[in-house]
């Protein structure tokens, strides 16, 4: 079992920056890939970034160059730097970490974490 708390949502306006976090705790050491998705009222949940076991990055288009995914040495938490916001980047962001356990893959979701950007 991995639990997930992310934080560091909040209300911004356009332009601005904000960090968000998610600490993951449990069996770390059976998570092999983290990442953040996003979903937007209206909308499916959709990748925003992700990080590998191996130590490669993958972003959606919409938001490379503005933000930068990272976790720290011992991988039990993950961070997505988030600047040059913009109103479409609006909607509930949630942490994922998927583990291996027994030979099988298995998904974890955080409990989401609200990010406002006002015009």
């Known amino acids: 079992q991995v639990q997930l708390v992310e934080s560091g949502g909040g209300l911004v306006q356009a332009g601005g920056s904000l960090r968000l976090s998610c600490a993951a705790s449990g069996i770390i050491s059976s998570i092999v890939d983290m990442g953040w998705y996003r979903q937007a009222p209206g909308y499916q949940r959709e990748l925003v970034a992700t990080?590998?076991?191996?130590?490669?990055?993958n972003y959606a288009d919409s938001v490379k160059g503005r933000f930068t995914i990272s976790r720290d040495n011992n991988k039990n938490t993950v961070f997505l730097q988030m600047n040059g916001l913009k109103p479409e980047d609006t909607a509930v962001y949630y942490c994922l970490a998927e583990a291996l356990l027994l030979g099988k893959t298995y998904a974890y979701w955080g409990q989401g974490t609200q990010v406002t950007v006002s015009s």
């Open positions: 990080f590998t076991s191996g130590g490669s990055t």
